[in-house]
C-alpha cells in the first residue's frame, strides 16, 4: 500500500480501523524525506526519534478512546515561525539560530491533544518576508513539481512538504498570501481563516494585524478538518475570537447550484499570464456547469491593495523585530565596542537583506514627518478596501481570483526585482488587509507542468461558504496527481 498517495483523512480512518498503524505513517513519511529531501530542502529539522516515541503513545491512545478525531496518529509539519517547546524556532533567520522557546504555541497544544504526531520545522521565508522561501538562511526550498523553481512563500517549506509527500498536512501562516500562494505554486490546497479564529500565540510576529495561522493540505476535506482542530478561542491572544460554528466539515456538499460568485474585472487585466488566465477560466465554467451563478464587477480599490500592505506590513514588521537586538535571546555579534555598536553590528549580521528592506521602509513610513504622508494614508486606504469588499459580499457569496499572476517562477529570478516581487502578491494582499478567509485549490498546469490555483474568498466568518465551494470545484475537477506520480521527484 503506498500510503504517501493517501489524504490525512484517509490514513486517519486507515489508523482507526487497524489497517495500518500509527508509526506505518510516520515510517512512510521519514522514508520519503531521506530519499527526497536533500533536493527538495523542505525541512530545516526534523524530529524521528521524537515521533516514533509519540506514535507509540497516541497508538496507545487511539485502543484507549483518548484520541478520537479524525486526524488522530496523522504525521504533521510545522512552519519554523511557530513555537514548539523544546525546539529551535529560528524564523529561518541568522539572528534566532539558537533560539528554543520554553513554551508551545496554543495551535501546537491542540494539535497534541488532537493525536496529530509532529515531524518536524519546514523552512521558510526570513521572518515570513518572501514569496518564493529563498531568503532563508539556510538555504531554499525547491518546488517538487520542477526543482529549478521556486515553491513560493513563506511558506514553502510548508506547501513543497505536502506536495512531495514529505508529510500528510502542514501548518504555515499567513500574512499577505503566504499559504495561499506557494500552495497554488505546489498544487496542494491551502486555507487562510477569518483573522482572529486561530490563536497567533507562539506565532512570531511579523505584522500583528494581518498575521494569521492556516492549513494545508492534499485536499480540501483535510483542511476543513485540521482547521476544526486548531480553530477557537484563546485568552491568550487579545485578538482571538469566539466563535460557535466551528464543524467546518459537516457542511461540506457537492451542491452549490444558486451560490452567487463574483470575480473583480481587474484581476483579469495586464499582467495575468494567458495560460493562468485561461485556467482560471475554466473554473468559471466548470462552476457555471455544476449551478453556480458567475458574475464580473468591478473592485476599483485593486490598484491601492499592494501599497497599502506592504507600507502597513513594513510598519509593524519594523515594530515587531526592535525585540531582536542580541540582549535578550539570539544571535549576538561576537566583537563591538559599547551597546549602540553591539546593537548595530548584530542586527547587521542577523538580519536578511528583504528583512532590512522591510525595516527600513517601516522605519521610514512611521517616522516624524511621514507618519501621516504614508502610514495613516495607508490605513484609511484599508478602510475603503474593506468597505468596498463589506459591498461586494453584499451581493455574492463567493469572490474568485487567481492565485498568483503566474506559476512559480524560475529559482533566482524574483530576488532580482524585489518590486516585481511584491506586485505578484495583487491577489491575495487584500484578504488580509480585510480580515478575510481565502482558500486555494489547484485548478490545472501550465505548460510546462507547473501546477494552477483558483482562489476563493469568503466574507469573515464564512469559512463554511469557501470550503463547500472549493469542495465542489474539487469534485468537479477530478482527482490532481501529486509530484510522485506526475512531477519532477
Avoid at 266 to 294: H, Q, R, W
Amino acid at each position: 500500500m503506498e500510503l504517501e498517495k493517501l489524504t490525512a483523512l484517509q490514513l486517519g480512518q486507515k489508523i482507526k480501523q487497524r489497517q495500518v498503524s500509527v508509526l506505518d505513517g510516520v515510517e512512510t513519511v521519514f522514508d520519503r524525506i531521506e530519499k527526497q529531501d536533500s533536493r527538495v530542502h523542505a525541512y530545516l529539522d526534523t524530529y524521528k526519534e521524537d515521533a516514533y516515541t509519540r506514535a507509540k503513545e497516541v497508538e496507545k491512545g487511539i485502543e484507549d478512546g483518548i484520541y478520537t478525531g479524525p486526524l488522530a496518529g496523522v504525521p504533521i509539519a510545522i512552519k519554523d515561525n511557530i513555537c514548539i517547546n523544546g525546539k529551535k524556532t529560528t524564523c529561518a533567520s541568522r539572528i534566532l539560530e539558537n533560539f528554543v522557546p520554553q513554551y508551545n504555541a496554543e495551535v501546537i497544544d491542540r494539535l497534541e491533544k488532537a493525536g496529530m504526531i509532529i515531524i518536524g520545522k519546514t523552512n521558510m521565508d526570513e521572518f515570513a518576508m518572501g514569496s518564493t522561501t529563498e531568503t532563508s538562511a539556510y538555504g531554499v526550498t525547491r518546488n517538487p513539481w520542477n526543482l529549478d523553481h521556486v515553491p513560493g512563500g513563506s511558506s514553502g517549506g510548508s506547501c513543497a512538504a505536502v506536495a512531495s509527500g514529505e508529510t500528510f498536512m502542514a501548518l504555515g501562516s499567513d500574512t499577505g498570501g503566504s499559504i495561499r500562494q506557494p500552495s497554488s505554486f505546489c498544487g496542494v490546497t491551502g486555507l487562510k481563516p477569518t483573522y482572529g479564529t486561530v490563536s497567533r500565540y507562539g506565532l512570531v510576529a511579523y505584522a500583528s494585524s494581518l498575521d494569521q495561522i492556516g492549513p494545508v493540505g492534499k485536499d480540501v476535506a483535510d483542511c476543513a478538518a485540521l482547521l476544526e482542530i486548531i480553530a477557537g478561542h484563546d485568552p491568550k491572544d487579545s485578538t482571538s475570537m469566539r466563535r460557535n460554528d466551528l464543524d467546518f466539515s459537516g457542511e461540506m456538499t457537492d451542491e452549490i447550484a444558486g451560490m452567487k460568485f463574483g470575480v473583480p474585472q481587474e484581476y483579469l487585466s495586464a499582467g495575468l499570464d494567458p495560460e493562468v488566465k485561461a485556467s482560471f477560466m475554466d473554473v468559471l465554467k466548470s462552476l457555471t456547469d455544476i449551478g453556480a451563478t458567475v458574475e464580473f464587477f468591478s473592485l476599483k480599490t485593486t490598484e491601492y491593495m499592494i501599497p497599502a500592505y506592504y507600507i502597513i506590513a513594513s510598519a509593524e514588521a519594523s515594530s515587531n523585530l526592535e525585540r531582536f537586538d542580541g540582549v535578550k535571546y539570539g544571535y549576538r555579534a561576537s566583537e563591538y565596542e559599547g551597546l549602540h555598536d553591539m546593537y548595530r553590528k548584530t542586527r547587521t549580521q542577523g538580519f536578511g537583506e528583504e528583512v532590512k528592506r522591510r525595516i527600513m521602509l517601516g522605519s521610514f513610513v512611521l517616522s516624524s514627518g511621514y507618519y501621516d504622508a504614508y502610514y495613516l494614508k495607508a490605513l484609511r486606504t484599508k478602510a475603503l478596501i474593506k468597505k468596498e469588499f463589506d459591498k461586494a459580499f453584499q451581493k455574492y457569496d463567493v469572490l474568485l481570483a487567481p492565485a498568483a499572476p503566474y506559476t512559480a517562477p524560475k529559482l533566482g529570478e524574483s530576488l532580482k526585482d524585489p518590486l516585481a516581487m511584491y506586485l505578484g502578491d495583487i491577489y491575495t494582499v487584500a484578504v488580509n488587509l480585510c480580515g478575510l478567509p481565502g482558500i486555494t485549490v489547484p485548478c490545472g498546469k501550465d505548460s510546462k507542468g507547473l501546477p494552477i490555483g483558483i482562489q476563493m474568498i469568503g466574507d469573515c466568518f464564512m469559512e463554511k461558504k469557501i470550503l463547500r465551494a472549493a469542495h465542489a470545484y474539487e469534485k468537479a475537477r477530478g482527482s490532481f496527481e501529486i509530484p510522485g506520480e506526475g512531477g519532477s521527484i
